[in-house]
């Protein structure tokens, strides 16, 4: 089955640049998909399709996609950016739905 | 505004059944195809299977299947996740979510639903 490994955590000072990477086996010819998910919330989607963001979602939030990785990058980091944040693909192969492991970004 | 409503935190003993519930609004249900993900205490999340309410279809991680069922009231606008017998390791929050972008991405989220499971 098709795996997306994430750094466990990232750390960074506020008004810095946080970049969550989601690696897997060719990822750049999959579609990759973010979510940010605070303590005690559902998940919220931040980035779709590489990197398109849903209305509501502030442009400090980034994604790229090539080779074996994806991005998410967070520009001029927030106190309230503060959260787990997970990629997603849909494996065309086995039709399944593929969650990342997660990152927690920590600001600092 | 679109909108997934799922049903209250549940309480069960071992060897129970459960059947939880998530209601749209907001926009066409029978067009969209929905999602339930689960989500273990401190862990990450886990892709269930999914439902188009429009014909039923179906479709499970084999990491579930089997092991729950996935089913759509059409009238209400309300698709279902059941367990006929539960575990201690079912005890987790379980959200639905609809899916956009050609079935690729979940769009909208419901607010989940806790499950514990404990003798």
């Known amino acids: 089955s098709y795996v997306l490994t994430q750094p466990p955590s990232v750390s960074v000072a506020p008004g810095q640049t946080a970049r969550i990477t989601c690696g897997g086996n060719?990822?750049?010819?999959?579609?990759v998909h973010w979510y940010q998910q605070k303590p005690g919330q559902a998940p919220v989607l931040v980035v779709y399709?590489?990197?398109d963001r849903p209305s509501g979602i502030p442009e400090r939030f980034s994604g790229s996609n090539s080779g074996n990785t994806a991005t998410l990058t967070i520009s001029r980091v927030e106190a309230g950016d503060e959260a787990d944040y997970y990629c997603?693909?849909?494996?065309?192969?086995?039709?399944?739905?593929?969650f990342g492991t997660g990152t927690k970004v920590t600001v600092l | 505004e679109v909108q997934l409503v799922q049903s209250g935190a549940e309480v069960k003993k071992p060897g129970e059944s459960l059947k939880i519930s998530c209601k749209g609004s907001g926009y066409n249900f029978t067009s969209y195809w929905i999602g339930w993900v689960r989500q273990m205490p401190g862990k990450g999340l886990e892709w269930m299977g999914i439902i188009y309410p429009g014909d039923s279809d179906t479709r499970y991680s084999p990491s579930f299947e089997g092991q729950v069922t996935i089913s759509v009231d059409k009238p209400i606008s309300t698709a279902y996740l059941q367990w006929s017998s539960l575990k201690a390791s079912d005890t987790a929050m379980y959200y639905c979510?609809?899916?956009?972008?050609?079935?690729?991405?979940?769009?909208?989220w419901g607010q989940g639903t806790l499950v514990t499971v404990s003798s």
């Open positions: 060719n990822i750049g010819s999959k579609s």
């Open positions: 399709d590489d990197s």
């Open positions: 997603q693909v849909w494996d065309s192969s086995s039709d399944h739905y593929v």
């Open positions: 979510a609809r899916l956009e972008g050609g079935e690729s991405y979940f769009d909208y």
